[in-house]
């Protein structure tokens, strides 16, 4: 069995902050926005309170929520792993972590030439 390159991975605190959210709200899902006022911190709807359009690129699952990005934003990050965090601070104002304390946070990493290669023969995340 071959081993699938995540494009979205979590760290065990954002996967903590979006299990609480989803108790609190339902379903939830995430937006990685490239506007000025967002910066790199992802932001989190309840599913279906963000209407996804065609020409956004779906990267894979954070605990269950999906994740989306812009596919502008996308052909700057394609070659990095996203790995959401969560930070002290205020959410974004629309995003369902605002007023808890904490905020998601976007680190990344660069995928290695063998990653790289993998992904371009792996089937799209579902």
Partial sequence: MKHTIARVTAT???LEMTAALCRRHGAVMFFQSGGC?????????ALGEFNVSDTDVYLGNVNGAPFYMGMEQFEYWEHTQLIIDVV????????????????FLTRS??????????LNVQPAPE
């Fill in 88 to 103: 002290d601070g205020n959410g974004g104002m629309f995003s369902l972590d605002n007023g808890t304390g904490k905020r």
């Fill in 109 to 118: 990493r660069l995928f290695t030439d063998a990653e790289l290669q993998a």
């Fill in 12 to 14: 065990p605190a954002a």
């Fill in 37 to 45: 006022c967002d910066g790199s911190s992802p932001m989190c709807y």
